[in-house]
């Protein structure tokens, strides 16, 4: 794959696509072969910063204690203090959280209880906060910065079914922006597969209301 396949792609898909009255997502899809899902060692769970914001807000919730709590308030899009969190055991509460929000970050020493008051919820939605993108804080510097990175990270899955399927943009973005995002994600999903470019089958990408063009 390389970038006039993409850019060929993404004309042929905005031509024959309907024109909505919303800017639609763009999503890149890619079906794997010849690996073995039921190896941890060969499923795909990691996270990838892209270069450009998606143009879709990423929400985004906070767990921590009293000293963090009036910034998270101030940048998060909702804030659940320590004293709260046992409310949640209500597993219908849980869940409508889990619905709410794509990213949920805590403050360190809150964790065990993060734990066993969300675990069986988020946990199998791939939702815990995650050290893998910061999503564990400890000081009140991070969570702006945190905040701001998050709106452009992704999160790369393929444990049950072999395929990733990751939105990389919105129409009312430039060309340059979306491709460079395509082939960042495409770039960074080859390199945590064992055999590489050998382990993708096919490409597709696909608006919100189109069906998948093959790359």
């Not at 890149?28 to 072969?33: A, G, P, R, V």
């Not at 734990?115 to 991070?142: D, E, H, Y």
């Amino acid at each position: 794959m390389n970038q006039k396949e993409v850019l060929q792609t993404l004309e042929k898909l905005k031509k024959e696509s309907k024109k909505r009255n919303f800017s639609q997502s763009i999503d890149i899809i890619f079906t794997l072969k010849d690996l073995n899902l039921n190896n941890p060692e060969e499923q795909v769970d990691f996270f990838v910063n892209l270069h450009h914001p998606t143009n879709k807000k990423k929400k985004v919730c906070a767990f921590v204690g009293p000293e963090l709590a009036d910034e998270c308030k101030n940048v998060c899009d909702e804030t659940i203090t320590a004293n709260q969190l046992d409310t949640y055991k209500d597993k219908k509460k849980a869940k409508v959280l889990a619905k709410k929000y794509d990213y949920f970050i805590a403050q360190g020493n809150l964790m065990t209880q993060v734990a066993a008051v969300f675990g069986s919820v988020l946990g199998p939605r791939g939702k815990m906060p995650n050290p893998k993108i910061g999503a564990i804080v400890a000081t009140k510097p991070q969570i702006k910065h945190l905040y701001s990175k998050l709106q452009k990270t992704v999160h790369l899955v393929a444990k049950k079914e072999p395929a990733v399927h990751v939105m990389v943009g919105k129409e009312d973005q430039t060309k340059e922006e979306i491709i460079d995002n395509i082939m960042y994600v495409y770039d960074q999903l080859i390199h945590h597969l064992p055999k590489e470019k050998n382990n993708i089958n096919n490409i597709f990408i696909k608006f919100t209301m189109s069906k998948p063009e093959k790359i």
